[in-house]
């Protein structure tokens, strides 16, 4: 039993996960289905965590750039979310990032392309209706 040990508590004594399990607890009392959670079922929700962003980060070490670097960064993490068919779940949680400049620069260009797709729509039933 002695390798399921992740840490110790305050007091020294082993703990099979991680994880705040009142944090967990939280999370899981904000969905309105849950009523009541078993503490057997809280600590396996726990556990399943840790797992999940463990395999998480070395996956995305092993395919990102981190080997060259020795650093698990933010981009290797959205890169993962992006381009793995098992990770894309994550990809609105994981965005690529850009910089304010270019964002407010696309977000023009989407304007100025509505504007157009309106103009021109506005121009085409005008000549529908005096045929």
């Known amino acids: 039993m002695a390798d399921a040990v992740a840490g110790r508590d305050k007091c020294g004594e082993p703990r099979l996960v991680s994880l705040p399990l009142s944090r967990i607890r939280v999370i899981m009392k904000s969905s309105p289905e849950v009523s009541s959670i ?44 992006e381009e793995s068919e098992t990770f894309q779940f994550l990809a609105d949680i994981l965005p ?7 964002y407010l620069k696309m977000l023009k260009e ?17 000549d529908e209706a005096e045929s």
Do not use: M
Request: glycine letters at 6%; zero cysteines; a negative charge.
């Open 96 to 102: 690529k990032k850009i910089l304010a400049s270019k």
């Open 38 to 81: 078993n503490q057997e079922a809280l600590v396996l929700t726990a556990k399943a965590t840790e797992l999940f962003v463990q395999y998480l980060a070395t996956y995305s070490y092993r395919h990102g750039s981190g080997k060259e670097r020795k650093a698990l960064t933010y981009s290797d993490l959205s890169n993962t979310a």
């Open 110 to 126: 989407k304007r100025d392309e509505d504007e157009e797709e309106n103009d021109s729509d506005d121009g085409s039933d005008g």
